[in-house]
């Protein structure tokens, strides 16, 4: 148990375009899931908690309105990267709370030419 | 915020040999979690471990939460133990943190044959 996903699982784009990431928990509910990212030799760094049902929050020095995030249902949360451009390149990982633990997607490379 | 650093950043080991991950915490803790990042960058669940001693075959994890730190064994270490292994706190310190961890750097794990 404890399955998250994540769509796709790498994306290229030219700069200006927007891309979608979509994150599932399949096995179970999560009111709340979380939204990091991972540059190449670097730790995770929490981008924002995205809540089903309201707005995300969003961590200090996060653009929302670059990182656009909608939970629109218990088992799935996107984050939208708009008009995305080369330093927006990175590794974006998801996860979601299932008791006390948290469980993490497989991350989504972005590449932005 | 809470700080989290880990120890040692690098470790190279042959294969059988023994190894000892530490994390250090700054402040209290109400969840506290180990993950091995896989070579294509997977995080995979260890220990959910905010106190006490947790074994799991050959990995076994101690948390002393009064003097904050945890730390996170592997024996007879095998090359598929090759990764990235974190440690991640959510701070219990200032109210509600709603489920946010905060990532030490990670401790990069490579065991030849």
């Known amino acids: 148990g404890a399955v998250v996903s994540q769509h796709p699982s790498w994306v290229i784009c030219k700069s200006g375009t927007s891309v979608k990431i979509e994150c599932r928990s399949l096995d179970f509910q999560a009111t709340t899931m979380f939204w990091y990212r991972q540059f190449p030799k670097q730790s995770l760094m929490l981008m924002a908690t995205s809540n089903e049902g309201s707005k995300a929050t969003y961590e200090q020095g996060v653009e929302k309105d670059k990182f656009l995030i909608n939970h629109a249902s218990l088992t799935l949360s996107t984050l939208t990267v708009t008009s995305a451009h080369p330093e927006d390149s990175s590794f974006y990982i998801c996860s979601a709370s299932w008791g006390d633990t948290q469980y993490f997607g497989p991350g989504t490379r972005l590449t932005v030419l | 915020g809470i700080q989290v650093e880990q120890s040692p950043p690098d470790l190279i080991l042959q294969e059988g040999a023994n190894s000892t991950l530490r994390c250090n915490f700054s402040d209290s803790v109400n969840n506290l979690q180990w993950f091995h990042q896989n070579p294509w960058g997977q995080l995979i669940n260890l220990f959910y471990?905010?106190?006490g001693t947790k074994q799991n075959g050959r990995l076994s994890a101690t948390t002393v939460a009064t003097e904050r730190y945890s730390l996170l064994y592997i024996s007879s270490s095998q090359t598929t133990d090759s990764g990235v292994y974190f440690c991640a706190v959510e701070s219990n310190a200032g109210g509600t943190s709603y489920g946010k961890l905060t990532f030490g750097q990670g401790t990069i794990l490579t065991v030849h044959p």
């Open positions: 471990i905010p106190s």
